[in-house]
């Protein structure tokens, strides 16, 4: 037994195999990007012996990877290192106020952005103070225990209506973006049409998007539906509160034709010619 665990351990790594998800049109890495984090560490692993690649640091520092969720890697009897990653997949990009852009991931962890690819998600702006240095180090599971914490963010708020959409292929499709308003209520942004859509919080959430369906069922039925309101307002129970559009009507000013009086005709006055003086005979 003895003499077969030496022979596996003498045994030369001869390959590196590399698998990474891109599900979801996810492209933050790629083969070469993986090869290149193992490779940059300076370990020996190609043509090394087995026993000499230090698996457990290989992995270490592919899970310590801003754009990756899990790293498996582990080597063959046959000497092949197998390398799997599965990328993490964002769900909202979010702008603060100060400009400075993030992405929450599906995992609700704060997601650098990336130099070389950026996510088609929805969009999140408005009232957002939170910026990424100072928020990363928590997930939205440990604001959502804090009262504290909940109590000064709308990230919980901002994840909870991002994987409601995610998860709806007609809400994915009809929903670009989130703002929140100096009330901190949320608005939505849709696709179609430009009404105001306030949702306000993400309470009863199931039920405000049934609401908002049956209106967007409406305007699919109805000729100048979606011309006809300004503001959607679903903050309310068992209601829909809608204001319509105010048309203003601009009358023109028609101002009256000017009179042009005619000139007088000034009639030339007659010539008299002087009368010939008749001298006596």
Known sequence: MGFVNKEQDSLLCKSLDIKVNQDDDLYFLDKIDIAQLIF?????????????????????????????????????????????????????????????????????????????????????????????????????????????????????????????????????????????????DMEIVPMVGNQKIIFGDTSSMDEKFKKLLIFYQQGLNTTGWWDKYSIINLKFKSQIVCTKKEIVKIKPTIKPSTVITPAPVITPAPIIKPTPEIKPV
């Open 40 to 184: 940059k560490r300076g370990d020996s692993i190609i043509n090394q012996p087995k026993s000499t690649v230090n698996i457990p640091a290989i992995k270490q520092a592919l899970n310590s990877h801003t754009d990756i969720a899990n790293a498996e890697v582990y080597i063959t009897i046959d000497g092949r290192l197998k390398v799997a990653v599965k990328q993490r997949k964002p769900v909202l990009r979010v702008f603060n106020l100060t400009g400075d852009s993030y992405y929450l991931d599906d995992e609700g962890k704060l997601m650098p952005l990336s130099d070389k690819y950026t996510a088609k998600v929805l969009v999140a702006n408005g009232n957002i103070p939170e910026a990424y240095a100072t928020s990363y180090k928590y997930s939205i599971a440990e604001i959502s225990k804090d009262k504290e914490k909940k109590k000064h963010t709308m990230l919980d708020e901002l994840y909870a209506m991002a994987t409601y959409i995610d998860a709806d292929e007609f809400w994915k499709a009809q929903v670009q973006q989130i703002y929140i308003n100096t009330d901190n």
